[in-house]
């Protein structure tokens, strides 16, 4: 078995490891070292995003406030399209996955619009979802959108992990001999 296979099939155990640890941890803040660790990452790309999305608003407050969750979930998005354009079909599923775990954070985030007490990182801040679906007139429905939300993480992940397990199969099957009959 060649080394590409061994790799992706790694990567396919780590990362079904890593979705029973998403997917058990619910719609709840990040627990254990591992999620929180993903967390802190995923933190400074959702930051990031409400200073790049603040300027690109063009002063509008509500594309700065939803620019956090849109660029934590956009930055991996690109990436696996960038990979997909590539063929490079395993990197296409590690970033599909970081889209999925990102989906999955952010639902923690969504579904907590109404009840605000996921902590803020500082006194003083909006809690983001709570205004953008104070916006929309979606607030009532907090809780169903931070379900909704984790469950396109879910997939997202499930199908990162199918791809990933049929860019190691395609491999497996490219590199058997062929008979020749």
Sequence with gaps: MSAEVVGRLAGLVA????ALLVLANGIAMPSGAILNFLH???????????????????GSQFIA???GSLNQVLVPAVCTAVFLRRKQYGSAAV???WVGQNLADVAVYVADGRA???????DGLIHDWNFILGRLGLLSRAE???????GLGALAMIAALALLGWDAWTRVL?????SSE
């Excluded at 169903?144 to 984790?150: C, D």
């Design 144 to 150: 169903a959108l931070g379900r909704l939300t984790f």
């Design 95 to 97: 970033t599909l996955f």
């Design 65 to 67: 406030v939803l620019g």
């Design 15 to 18: 990362l079904g490891l890593l």
């Design 40 to 58: 802190m990452i995923d933190l400074v790309f959702h930051e990031a995003g409400h200073v790049i999305f603040g300027v690109v608003g063009l």
């Design 174 to 178: 490219s590199s058997e001999p062929r």
């Design 116 to 122: 605000m007490r996921v902590p803020l990182l500082a």
